[in-house]
């Protein structure tokens, strides 16, 4: 028994040995290729064609969310030899736009907390930051309006996106007693747990504020209130978890959108985001989605919003799948582009891996 554990361990050394040289190679290669290339060191579409490769290859034991996971990891580490990113999120730290930033871009970016969803549009335009995270989406909760409509001004392009399944936690100040007074959260978080809160804390003043940690901030400071915010949050304050997953929906996810200088070239799986308006005619917008139809480009979310132009006109917010230098895209967006009292494209990026 105590030879074959050493034998074991004997071998994990060997392979970590190995392992340590083949990192480091890679890392090598890494830093040449970014001596070679012009413009953005990053290149979402091959990192998305590096992920979905080990997943695809990988034999296991290991899970392939696993193993793309470790990969995303060496590849923030190659990058960072490169150039180290700078992305800036909404925070502060400990939210879960921070948790998807780390997420998409790994743990060898600098993350850079801001705090509007506004200032995260700022920074990267004045370059002081090279990305940046912002929320677009949640499955209880909608759209992020913020976002949409900044989306519609800045001169930045979608270059990623990505999904993150969120869980939220009652929290309160460690030793706190008696009945809370005051639950704080985002809104849309206090909206994600509306029926637990209607079934256990009913009565109780819910009070939104800018961020989940935020939340979590007011909750450390003032033990007469509790918070629901997510995990990260909870350890950035050190606070007690009176209850876990308090969310309604256990697929409860969020959605968040990459913004940078530029969208992502083609990776083989990819999505593109615009937004249009129509004309201010009858079956004005059926004619908008016509040009998608009969280029057999799919929509995968349709969003309207009220536009800031004029009382009761609408932009639509549309995801196709396909890249914009697909022929049937590009085909369907020279159309609609004739067709539409307005449209912009947002960007063209890989659909999510991780
Ligand atoms: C090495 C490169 O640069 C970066 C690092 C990558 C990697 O480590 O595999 C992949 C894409 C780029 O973000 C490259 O462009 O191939």
Known sequence: MDKELSQHRAS????????????NQRAEHAKAIGVLK??????????????????E????????????????EIMSACLALEQPLSVSFLGPQGTFTQAAAIKHFGHAALTRPCASIDEV??????????????????STGGAVG???????QTPLQVCGEVDLRVHQFLLRKAGATGKAEKIYSHAQSLAQCHEWLNQNLSGVERVAVVSNAEAARLAAEDGAAVAIA????????????????????????????VIGQHDAALSGRDKTSLAMSA???????????????????SM????????????????????????RQDVKVAQALAELADKAAFLKILGSYPVAVL
């Open 12 to 23: 994990i050394d060997a392979i970590d040995g190995e392992m340590l040289k083949l990192v």
């Open 38 to 55: 012009d413009g953005a060191v990053y290149r979402p579409e091959r990192e998305a064609q590096v992920l979905r490769r080990i997943k």
């Open 57 to 72: 290859e990988n034999p296991g034991p290991l899970a392939d969310e696993t193993v793309a996971r470790l990969f995303r």
């Open 121 to 138: 549009f700022r920074e990267v335009e004045a370059g002081l930051a090279d990305y940046g995270v912002v929320p677009v989406e949640n």
């Open 146 to 152: 913020t976002t949409l409509d900044l989306l519609l």
């Open 230 to 257: 997510g995990e990260a949050a909870a350890e950035h304050y050190g606070l007690e978890k009176l209850a876990e997953n308090i969310e309604d929906k256990p697929d409860n996810t969020t959605r968040f959108l």
């Open 279 to 297: 004309r201010n005619r009858p079956g004005a917008v059926y004619e908008l989605l016509t040009p998608l139809a009969r280029h057999e480009v």
């Open 300 to 323: 995968t979310k349709l969003e309207s919003r009220p536009s800031h132009s004029g009382l009761w006109e609408y932009v639509f917010y549309v995801d196709v799948e396909g890249h």
